[in-house]
């Protein structure tokens, strides 16, 4: 594997760009166990202009604990590099120490014994300290929401988004834009959008029966800021009505419209801007491949994949600058914009370690009170876990493989599946399991738990189209999220098969029989994007299974033989 000195050797030899992270300053504080707030805000201011980036924080206001993937594939061009690649790997490439908190905050190893040295991470009320500290140093400093804000959680289901949206307005961001926010429905987009104070972008975005740009959404806003004229351009998800269901935003299109990108770079561009700012939920591969395509845009902020990427990615002369997710991290990118054109930048990716960083009283106060009418509901304790529950990776998680078997034990059934969504905490074993546990990984506006017969056959059709969107070798066929995880059946997976060849020795793991492609089983599952799905929520689902249970205990899973990765 390439040594990130040579990495990053190689990355600035093909820029005139001048660049560096602070990453290795917390991390070698991490190593040396010495972590304080200071440490973790200390910046060497640079240039004139600072950006502030989170992303992806799916509604969690509070301190969680998360485990970043253990498998996260790369395929095409993509295969080796990062984000795609985890574990020692990725520690040894940014020079990450065992056991340190860098390690923790950063890596999946050994995350259960780690997560109770270091404690949780994230908490909107910490993630506000970090905010006013950079605005302290950098009052002009432009914050940026990168989408996936007003979902995920109890609370944020029962209030339709408000209590994200009363808690991030007061974190005072400059833009935003979106993805699982359209799953409330465009009506209700519609409504929080026009009461926003700032702005909501999204140059994708576009009314689908005049094919023209929608009207409530800009494509772009300017900032003057330390002498410079900044221009930031929105990149809503472009995969909305397949990933997602369609029929909720009937009104709307979306795709990646590299094209429209170019034109709005150039028109912003003819209008002054000496800084140009793609704030995107596109995900890193799709991403990358944008900024090969796309000329003049000077920084993406990406969104959507979840990566936490401690230095910047270069593609040509534009930096690619990966947050995380759940609240966990915020970036700092200061950047020196002179004659026209970006010069240098400095970034720094903030770890949110929640014992470590005070809250803010304000924030955390306003949090309490959103919370305050659900807390007896929130609190309520279904179940125990010896077992670490976790999300994230290509294929299933221990917290996918307990909603699957959920699935199959609820609802009578042969074979689950759950959707391969990447958000959703994890839980250490030893923890209570709350309802709003429950919530962080299953929250959503369409979310029964279906029952049907599926063919054999179906099934493997099924399995072959998400395979596809998931290990296409082009980004821009990429569609989905990870893997559908599956209960009750095994199967072996080629990545680098074409579509259609990449599913065999599909097998139902009860009997040990292979799959009959003209044999009908019965499939549970839950969010289905099909309009008039019915069955039970898929929390009540997996709360009667855990009540049952009592203490969950989740075996280790090796029903998917995965080849070519």
Request: aromatic share 10%; charged share 25%.
């Amino acid at each position: 594997m390439i040594s990130r000195r040579d990495f990053l050797q190689t990355s600035m030899a093909a820029s005139a760009i001048l660049g560096a992270s602070s990453f290795g300053n917390w991390a070698k504080l991490a190593a040396q166990q010495a972590l304080s707030q200071d440490d973790l805000l200390q910046f060497d201011t640079f240039g004139n202009v600072s950006l502030i980036h989170v992303t992806d924080i799916h509604a969690q206001l509070k301190p969680i604990y998360f485990r970043e993937p253990s498998i996260n594939i790369g395929v095409g061009d993509n295969k080796g590099a990062v984000p795609h690649v985890t574990g020692a790997d990725f520690r040894k490439l940014y020079g990450i120490d065992d056991g340190s908190p860098s390690h923790y905050a950063l890596s999946s190893g050994d995350f259960s014994a780690l997560a109770q040295a270091y404690g949780k991470v994230g908490g909107l009320d910490r993630v506000a300290t970090v905010i006013n500290a950079i605005r302290a140093d950098r009052p002009e400093a432009i914050l940026l929401d990168g989408g996936d804000t007003w979902h995920g959680s109890y609370t944020c289901y029962h209030t339709e988004g408000q209590d994200m949206v009363n808690v991030m307005n007061a974190l005072r961001p400059d833009a935003m834009t979106f993805h699982w926010e359209f799953t409330l429905g465009q009506e209700r987009v519609r409504e929080i959008v026009e009461g926003l104070p700032f702005a909501a972008l999204g140059q994708n975005i576009f009314d689908k029966m005049w094919d023209e740009p929608a009207a409530e959404f800009s494509p772009y806003t300017f900032f003057e800021r330390g002498g410079a004229k900044i221009a930031v351009i929105g990149q809503a998800f472009p995969y909305m009505p397949i990933a997602n269901p369609g029929w909720m935003f009937p009104d709307y299109s979306f795709g990646i419209r590299d094209e429209n990108m170019q034109a709005m770079v150039d028109e912003v561009r003819a209008q002054g801007a000496d800084l140009v700012v793609c704030l995107s939920h596109n995900g890193f591969d799709v991403d990358k491949k944008m900024a090969g395509i796309v000329k003049g845009i000077d920084v993406i902020l990406t969104g959507h994949t979840h990566d936490a990427l401690p230095e910047p990615v270069l593609v040509g002369e534009t930096i690619l600058i990966a947050s995380g997710s759940n609240g966990k991290f915020v970036s700092r990118v200061d950047l020196d914009v002179r004659d026209g054109r970006m010069m240098g930048f400095r970034h720094k990716l903030i770890p949110i370690f929640s014992d470590v960083i005070a809250p803010d009283k304000d924030v955390t106060a306003l949090i309490d009170a959103e919370r305050a009418p659900f807390k007896a509901e929130l609190e309520e304790v279904i179940g125990q876990t010896d077992s670490l529950l976790y999300r994230r990776g290509n294929f299933n998680g221990s917290w996918d493989d307990l909603i699957c078997e959920a699935l199959i034990e609820e609802r009578e059934a042969d074979i689950a599946m759950s959707p391969g969504v990447r958000w959703g905490p994890s839980l250490i074993p030893g923890q209570d399991i709350t309802r709003e546990d429950i919530f962080n990984v299953t929250s959503m506006t369409y979310g029964k738990a279906y029952r049907s017969e599926m063919t054999g056959e179906f099934i493997k059709v099924i399995l072959e189209d998400v395979a596809d969107n998931i290990f296409n070798p082009d980004p821009y066929y990429q569609q989905g999220g990870d893997m559908v995880r599956i209960g009750g059946m095994g199967y072996r997976i080629d990545i680098n098969q074409p579509q259609g060849s990449r599913i065999s020795d599909m097998v139902l793991l009860r009997t040990g029989e292979a799959i009959d492609p003209e044999k009908t089983y019965v499939v549970a599952g839950w969010a289905s994007v099909n309009e008039g799905t019915e069955g039970p929520q898929i929390w009540d689902v997996v709360e009667s299974h855990i009540r049952k249970q009592g203490t969950v205990r989740v075996a280790p899973n090796d029903s998917v033989k995965v080849i070519g990765a």
